[in-house]
């Protein structure tokens, strides 16, 4: 499975942007997806997920409320939509896919069996 992130920017706090991740590969479908972030000087840190057919998400309790992650399987495609956006969010995002529950919420257990797109800067401005 091969990611490609994209829809970062820059933006002010408050703002609304819609980060997507585009995947090649026959198994995305069956795959549970999420996202990641790595602000600058810190580790990276779970973000939010789903599986694959949709029905099962998670979210850090830092975004929880405030973004929401989607997927279309026919396009291959998941989305994070970010709301009500601050400047703590700054980071690089990075999106995920891994064969199982899992395996795709834990940066440990993704090194295992994960895949993992190159990251998409978001910067918010105060």
């Known amino acids: 499975v091969q990611l490609q992130a994209s829809g970062g920017g820059l933006v002010q706090a408050g703002s609304l942007l819609r980060l997507s991740c585009e995947a090649s590969g026959q198994m995305f479908s069956s795959y549970a997806a999420g996202w990641y972030r790595q602000a600058p000087g810190k580790e990276r840190e779970f973000v939010a997920a789903?599986?694959?057919?949709?029905?099962?998400?998670d979210y850090a309790d830092s975004v929880r409320g405030r973004f929401t992650i989607f997927r279309d399987n026919a396009k291959k495609t998941v989305y994070l939509q970010l709301s009500d956006l601050k400047p703590e969010d700054t980071a690089v995002y990075y999106c995920?896919?891994?064969?199982?529950?899992?395996?795709?919420?834990?940066?440990?257990?993704?090194?295992?069996?994960?895949?993992w797109g190159q990251g998409t800067l978001v910067t918010v401005s105060s």
């Open positions: 995920a896919a891994a064969p199982s529950w899992g395996a795709i919420t834990t940066v440990q257990a993704m090194a295992v069996n994960g895949y």
């Open positions: 789903i599986n694959w057919s949709g029905n099962n998400i």
